[in-house]
C-alpha cells in the first residue's frame, strides 16, 4: 500500500517514513509544498497523511485538491488540535485527525484502520500462516483438520497478529484494534483475551503460535 505523506518538518517526516517502511509501506514525501497535486497524480497513494501548517498553501487546500481527483483516504496530521481545526478537517474531506505529538505505534493503528475501511480487504477469505488458517467470514482457525471457534475479540487479536506476521504488534495498536468492536478495552483485559486465545489453540496442537515480544506486545512468526 502506497502512503503519501505530506509534511514540512523534515525530522518528523523522516521519522515517520521510517516507521511505516518497516511496516512494509510505501511512502512518498511530499518535496515541492507550492505543487503537491503533481506529486500525488504521479504517485497514486492508497493514503495520504498531511499537515495542516504548510508553505505556499495550508492542508485544507490541498485537501481539497485531493477530493476533486481521489477518493484516497485522508489523514491530518496537526498539533492546531482544537475542536474547530478537527471540525474544519472533516468538513473539508478529511476521515481523521491525529493530533501532534503522536505516538507512531497509534498512528499505524489508524493508518490501518482506515485503510480496511476503506479498500476491500475481505475479498482474501482466509490468513494462513505455518500451517494455520484464520477463516475470516467464520472466525474459525483451522489446522491439521482440527477446527476452532473464537470469540469476537480473540479473533481480532488473531487477524492483527496474523496480518501482521514476522512483526511484533504493540498492546497499544491491538487495543486501539478491538476498540472498534465498541468494548471496553483497558491493559487487563487484553491479557485476559490474549490468555484465553492462548489456551484455545493450544488444544489444537498450537501452545506457541502466538509468541511474547516482552516489554512491547506479541507476536506471530
Not at 500500500?1 to 517502511?21: G, N, Q, T, Y
Not at 477463516?135 to 482457525?141: I, T
Not at 501482521?164 to 484494534?177: F, I, Q, Y
Amino acid at each position: 500500500m502506497k502512503i503519501f505523506l505530506v509534511e514540512d518538518d523534515a525530522v518528523i517526516a523522516a521519522a515517520i517514513e521510517r516507521h511505516l517502511a518497516g511496516w512494509g509501506y510505501e511512502v512518498r514525501c511530499a518535496g515541492d509544498f507550492q505543487h503537491v497535486m503533481e506529486a500525488f497524480d504521479a504517485f497514486q497513494p492508497h493514503l495520504v497523511l498531511l499537515d495542516i501548517s504548510l508553505p505556499f498553501f495550508n492542508g485544507y487546500h490541498w485537501c481539497g485538491e485531493i477530493r476533486k481527483v481521489s477518493k484516497a483516504p485522508i489523514l491530518f496530521l496537526s498539533s492546531a488540535a482544537d475542536n474547530m481545526n478537527i471540525v474544519m478537517a472533516v468538513s473539508m474531506g478529511g476521515d481523521d485527525f491525529v493530533p501532534k505529538p503522536f505516538d507512531l505505534e497509534v498512528l499505524t493503528a489508524k493508518i490501518q484502520a482506515l485503510l480496511r475501511r476503506s479498500y476491500d480487504f475481505a475479498a482474501a477469505p482466509a490468513l494462513s500462516r505455518g500451517g494455520v488458517t484464520l477463516d475470516l467470514s467464520a472466525a474459525v482457525v483451522k489446522c491439521s483438520g482440527e477446527k476452532l471457534d473464537l470469540s469476537r475479540n480473540e479473533f481480532r487479536i488473531l487477524q492483527v497478529l496474523m496480518e501482521n506476521a514476522g512483526r511484533a504488534v504493540s498492546r497499544e495498536t491491538l487495543m486501539l484494534r478491538l476498540w472498534e468492536t465498541d468494548s471496553f478495552v483497558d491493559e487487563n483485559t487484553l491479557s485476559v483475551n490474549i490468555n484465553r486465545l492462548r489456551r484455545k489453540l493450544s488444544g489444537i496442537g498450537l501452545a506457541d503460535f502466538v509468541k511474547t515480544k516482552k516489554g512491547f506486545g506479541y507476536l506471530v512468526e
